[in-house]
């Protein structure tokens, strides 16, 4: 079993349209947990943390599921400009390097 | 702001020849990584650095090899590039050793082996 599991798409959904992607990690010893966005032909760029009681930031939800081991990203009310790859990241601890999700495509089409 | 820059975009090597991929950071950041990404696979690990002239192997070392005589600076090394290390190489650093530390990637480097 692959360490970061995602479902990598392509998602197409409407302009407007809420979508949800999910994410399982195998270590339940990872302690951080992150969702990068990487835009075609561009280098990952954070998106945002995930934390245990789940966060948003504007339009964009993270949640943590930890019993279950899994990561979910909400992205409501979606536009153009969010179409890219969104890659679920996990850290097992502060001297091991993060562990990267494949990544699951989005393309928000008008 | 933190940068990270790559050495080139976009390279051209043929079949044995050796290649030095360099990435500078300019935060002072004590963590340097070298991935590469390619379709279907994501990005793999090949080698990270903690501390100067330390370096540690990732997951996919082989054929690869990495120098950090300064902190700002992490070089990636082919010692002789073969058609399967086509890729595109990416750099990153972090500040420190907190798992809640940002990793910053640099633009990318596209290696073509001919």
Redesign the interface.
């Known amino acids: 079993r692959k360490e970061v599991e995602q479902d990598p798409g392509p998602f197409n959904v409407p302009e407007g349209a809420t979508v949800a992607f999910n994410c399982t990690y195998s270590n339940s010893a990872s302690q951080s947990f992150f969702w990068y966005r990487q835009d075609c032909r561009k280098e990952p760029k954070l998106l945002m943390s995930v934390y245990s009681s789940g966060n948003e930031d504007g339009r964009f939800t993270a949640q943590l599921n930890r019993a279950s081991q899994y990561i979910s990203l909400l992205i409501r009310d979606s536009k153009l400009s969010d179409s890219a790859t969104y890659l679920c990241v996990v850290s097992h601890s502060g001297n091991t390097p993060l562990v990267f999700g494949k990544g699951t495509r989005l393309s928000v089409i008008a | 702001d933190v940068k990270v820059t790559q050495s080139s975009r976009y390279l051209v090597k043929r079949t044995g020849e050796k290649v030095f991929l360099e990435c500078v950071q300019d935060m002072d950041h004590e963590n340097m990584?070298w991935y590469r990404q390619d379709p279907?696979?994501?990005?793999r690990?090949i080698y990270?650095s903690?501390d100067v002239k330390m370096k540690e192997k990732?997951d996919i070392p082989e054929g690869y090899s990495v120098s950090r005589e300064k902190k700002e600076r992490f070089s990636l090394i082919l010692e002789s590039a073969s058609t399967n290390q086509t890729s595109m190489y990416?750099c990153a650093s972090t500040l420190?050793?907190?798992?809640?530390?940002?990793?910053y990637?640099?633009?990318?480097t596209r290696l073509t082996v001919l």
């Open positions: 990584f279907g696979l994501g990005l690990l990270f903690y990732g990416l420190g050793l907190e798992e809640t530390d940002t990793q990637f640099g633009p990318g």
